[in-house]
């Protein structure tokens, strides 16, 4: 019985630190964007912007 009111009362701050920490990360905006990085891998650009799909040695033995 002695354990239970050690128990209780940290499994209560328990509770409130994750209800804390949820409703901080809704307030965040942690959930807007849900399926925009499922997306967002499929949509990435391989090629660095600025270079080139081919070295200009592959492109100039290619053209002759």
Known sequence: METLYLLVPLSLMLVLAVVV????????????????????????????????????SARSSREA
């Open 21 to 56: 920490v949820l409703w901080w990360a809704v307030q965040d905006g942690q959930f807007e964007d849900m399926e925009g990085a499922d997306y967002a891998i499929l949509m990435d650009d391989d090629t660095p912007s600025g270079v080139d799909e081919m070295p200009p």
